[in-house]
């Protein structure tokens, strides 16, 4: 059932779209879920869905109606983790490439690539405790994924 309502936000979506940067992540792993909804939706322009969350999981996107700039992020609370956990679908290669490059302009080391599967590579990114994992080309959801965990 997840599967369809994401899809049907990827091809039905029709407000204007919200850009995600690097400084995004890094701020939104730190918020409070009791707080997320206020940052998300009146700072950085997203909209929640919450017709697909889980308890301790918000959803947001950015509601694009064109595919290859809609963005749908999950960040899930995790108890005893210093941040919250980022899963992040980025549909604009534009986008991650500006991610990828920003990321170290604010601090974070670039680690290399890393092979996830036989067809998956992504590059790893690490300040402090926080770990950014984007993949090197689109996954099979349509997409790049971006994957903030704190270590």
Not at 61 to 87: F, P, Q, R
């Amino acid at each position: 059932m997840k599967f369809f309502i994401f899809c049907f936000l990827l091809f039905f979506s029709l407000l204007p779209a919200q850009d995600l940067s690097a400084n995004h992540i890094s701020e939104i792993a730190y918020y409070d879920l009791d707080h997320l909804d206020k940052a998300m939706i009146q700072v950085y322009g997203f909209k929640r869905v919450q017709d697909i969350e889980d308890d301790n999981q918000r959803v947001y996107t950015n509601d694009s109606h064109k595919i290859g700039e809609l963005i749908v992020i999950t960040v899930i609370k995790k108890a005893g983790s210093c941040s919250n956990i980022l899963s992040i679908v980025n549909a604009s290669s534009d986008s991650v490439l500006k991610i990828r490059q920003d990321l170290p302009k604010i601090g974070y080391l670039y680690k290399g690539k890393q092979k996830l599967s036989a067809d998956i590579f992504f590059s790893l990114f690490v300040k402090d405790k926080l770990t950014v994992a984007i993949t090197e080309q689109v996954t099979h959801t349509g997409a790049y994924q971006i994957l903030v965990t704190c270590k």
